[in-house]
C-alpha cells in the first residue's frame, strides 16, 4: 500500500503503537504538541542531525533498514562524543506520497534496531511528504554528569583515536563502483546489533562494473574483506565514551575526516597539533582494498570520514589500553599530541610537513 492511501495519522498512531516506552522521566511522550521529559539533576546535551537523498545516502545501494539505523547511530554518537549518555528521540521524516509502506516500516525496523543498541526511547516529531527527494532528521537528547567539548586541550596532551578509520569511506568507494546486481545484493541485506549478518545466503564476491574495474586481473572483490568496510558505511555504531569521559581533555567523533576533525579541536582549543602518519589505526581489509583499487589508504584514513570513531586528548601520563566497550572490544590508539601552535603531519621517514584539512564540508571543498 501507498503512503498516500494511508496518511499521516495512521501512520503515527502505528508510530506510537510499536514504540511506546516504559521510561519514566517522559511524562507525556508521541500523541501531544509536544513531548514532557522530567528535569534531571545532570546536564542535559542536546543534538541534530539530518540525512538528505542525493547528498547523505545513494538509494541505488542503500535499503530503508540502513537508513534508519544509521540516523539513530550518527546521532548518538554526538552524544558520546560530548561525554554524555543518549535518552530520547525525535524524528522528523519526509517521504514521497506514492512510497510504499514496506519501505517506511523497513526504516522504523533499522531505526528501532539502533534504538535498542543504545537504549533511546522514541518521544516524538514529525511526518510529511515531499515531493522529490527523501529528507530525514533526528534530533537526540542526553544526559551527562560531566561533558567533554572541543576546547579543553592543552599543549602536552597526547590525541586519541578510537577503533580504525578510513573504513567507511573506503566502503563507499566499493558500493559506488558495484554492479546494479551487486548493490541490489547489498540493499537486501540486513545487519544487526553490531555487525551479525542476517542472511541464508553465502555472498562469495561482489561485481564491480568493467568500466571502473580496480583491478585488471579481477572484476570482484572477496565478501569477506569487503563485507566489514561496507557494513562500516551503511551501518555504522557510535563508540561508547563512559570511560574516555572520566579522563579525556577534549573530544570529537570522526564524521568528516580524521585531520578536518582533529583542526576542529585545534581551532576551539587555540592549539596547534603534531600527528604521526605511521601510528594512524588502519583495518586490514582497508589496506588491502585500497590497494585493490589503487586507493591511497592514508587518504582514507585521515579525509574519508563517516567512521564515527571518537578523536580525544588526554594528558600523558594516562595510558589508555584495549578496553571493554558496552559494545564491542575498544581500542584506542595515541596518534600524536597537542603542541602550542602550527598543525604538523610526521611520515614514516621523520619528514615534516603541514597538515591540510581536508574531509567532507557542506558548501565547501576538501582540501
Same mark, same amino acid.
Given at each position: 500500500m501507498k503512503?498516500?492511501?494511508?496518511?499521516?495519522?495512521k501512520?503515527?498512531?502505528e508510530?506510537r503503537k510499536?514504540?511506546?516506552?516504559?521510561?519514566?522521566?517522559?511524562?507525556?511522550?508521541?500523541?501531544?504538541?509536544?513531548?514532557?521529559?522530567?528535569?534531571?539533576?545532570? &546536564?542535559?546535551?542536546?543534538?541534530?542531525?539530518?540525512?538528505?537523498?542525493?547528498?547523505?545516502f545513494?538509494?541505488?545501494?542503500?535499503?530503508?533498514f540502513?537508513l534508519?539505523?544509521?540516523?539513530?547511530?550518527?546521532?548518538?554518537?554526538? @552524544?558520546?562524543?560530548?561525554?554524555g549518555?543518549?535518552?530520547?528521540?525525535?524524528?522528523?521524516?519526509?517521504m514521497? %506520497?506514492?512510497?510504499? /509502506?514496506?519501505?517506511?516500516?523497513?526504516?522504523?525496523?533499522?531505526?528501532?534496531?539502533?534504538?535498542?543498541?543504545?537504549g533511546?526511547?522514541?518521544?516524538?516529531?514529525?511526518?510529511?511528504?515531499?515531493?522529490n527527494?527523501?529528507?530525514?532528521?533526528?534530533?537526540?537528547? *542526553?544526559? $551527562?554528569? %560531566?561533558?567533554?567539548?572541543?576546547?579543553?586541550?592543552?599543549?602536552?596532551?597526547?590525541?586519541?583515536?578510537?577503533?580504525?578509520?578510513?573504513?567507511?569511506?573506503?566502503?563507499?568507494?566499493?558500493? %559506488? #563502483?558495484?554492479?546494479?546486481?551487486? +548493490? /541490489?545484493?547489498? +540493499?537486501?541485506?540486513?545487519?544487526?546489533?553490531?555487525?551479525v549478518?542476517?542472511? &541464508?545466503?553465502?555472498?562469495?564476491?561482489?561485481?564491480?562494473h568493467?568500466?571502473i574495474?580496480?583491478?585488471?586481473?579481477?572484476?570482484?572483490?572477496?565478501?569477506?574483506i569487503?563485507?566489514?568496510?561496507? #557494513?562500516?558505511?551503511?551501518?555504522?555504531?557510535?563508540r561508547?565514551?563512559a570511560?574516555?569521559?572520566?579522563?579525556?581533555?577534549?573530544m570529537?567523533?570522526?564524521s568528516?575526516?580524521l585531520?578536518?576533525?582533529? !583542526? #576542529? @579541536? !585545534?581551532?576551539?582549543s587555540?592549539? *596547534?597539533? #603534531?600527528?604521526?602518519?605511521? +601510528?594512524?589505526?588502519?583495518?586490514?581489509?582497508?589496506?588491502?582494498?585500497?590497494?585493490?583499487?589503487?586507493?591511497?589508504?592514508i587518504?582514507?584514513?585521515?579525509? $574519508?570520514? /563517516?567512521?564515527?570513531?571518537?578523536?580525544?586528548?588526554?594528558?600523558?601520563?594516562?595510558?589508555? /589500553?584495549?578496553?571493554?566497550?558496552?559494545?564491542?572490544?575498544?581500542?584506542?590508539?595515541?596518534?600524536?599530541?597537542?603542541?602550542e601552535?602550527?598543525?604538523?603531519v610526521?611520515?614514516?621517514?621523520? &619528514?615534516?610537513?603541514?597538515?591540510?584539512?581536508? *574531509?567532507?564540508?557542506?558548501?565547501g571543498?576538501? *582540501?
Amino acid at each position: 500500500m501507498k503512503l498516500r492511501q494511508i496518511g499521516e495519522l495512521k501512520l503515527l498512531q502505528e508510530v506510537r503503537k510499536k514504540f511506546s516506552s516504559t521510561d519514566s522521566s517522559i511524562i507525556v511522550g508521541i500523541g501531544d504538541d509536544a513531548a514532557v521529559i522530567a528535569p534531571q539533576k545532570e &546536564k542535559i546535551l542536546v543534538t541534530t542531525d539530518m540525512m538528505n537523498e542525493g547528498i547523505h545516502f545513494d538509494l541505488s545501494f542503500t535499503s530503508p533498514f540502513h537508513l534508519g539505523f544509521k540516523l539513530v547511530s550518527v546521532n548518538v554518537s554526538d @552524544i558520546f562524543a560530548m561525554g554524555g549518555r543518549p535518552k530520547h528521540l525525535f524524528l522528523d521524516i519526509a517521504m514521497k %506520497k506514492d512510497e510504499d /509502506e514496506n519501505t517506511f516500516w523497513k526504516m522504523y525496523e533499522g531505526i528501532f534496531s539502533a534504538m535498542n543498541i543504545y537504549g533511546v526511547s522514541l518521544v516524538g516529531g514529525d511526518l510529511c511528504a515531499a515531493e522529490n527527494d527523501m529528507v530525514l532528521s533526528a534530533t537526540i537528547i *542526553g544526559a $551527562g554528569d %560531566k561533558t567533554i567539548t572541543r576546547s579543553g586541550a592543552s599543549p602536552g596532551d597526547k590525541i586519541y583515536v578510537t577503533g580504525t578509520v578510513g573504513d567507511s569511506a573506503c566502503g563507499l568507494e566499493i558500493l %559506488k #563502483r558495484l554492479t546494479d546486481e551487486s +548493490k /541490489e545484493i547489498i +540493499k537486501n541485506l540486513e545487519y544487526w546489533s553490531i555487525g551479525v549478518l542476517k542472511s &541464508k545466503d553465502i555472498i562469495e564476491k561482489l561485481y564491480f562494473h568493467h568500466s571502473i574495474t580496480p583491478s585488471p586481473y579481477s572484476n570482484t572483490i572477496d565478501w569477506n574483506i569487503a563485507e566489514p568496510l561496507i #557494513r562500516r558505511h551503511l551501518m555504522p555504531v557510535a563508540r561508547d565514551s563512559a570511560e574516555i569521559a572520566n579522563y579525556a581533555t577534549s573530544m570529537i567523533d570522526i564524521s568528516d575526516g580524521l585531520f578536518i576533525d582533529l !583542526c #576542529r @579541536i !585545534c581551532d576551539e582549543s587555540n592549539v *596547534g597539533a #603534531r600527528v604521526y602518519l605511521n +601510528k594512524i589505526p588502519m583495518s586490514d581489509e582497508m589496506k588491502k582494498t585500497a590497494e585493490i583499487m589503487k586507493l591511497d589508504p592514508i587518504h582514507l584514513a585521515t579525509s $574519508g570520514g /563517516e567512521d564515527y570513531e571518537l578523536l580525544f586528548t588526554a594528558p600523558p601520563e594516562i595510558k589508555f /589500553e584495549i578496553r571493554n566497550s558496552k559494545f564491542e572490544i575498544l581500542k584506542t590508539t595515541c596518534i600524536g599530541e597537542i603542541i602550542e601552535k602550527d598543525r604538523i603531519v610526521v611520515d614514516k621517514s621523520g &619528514k615534516e610537513s603541514a597538515l591540510k584539512t581536508e *574531509g567532507y564540508q557542506h558548501f565547501g571543498t576538501s *582540501g
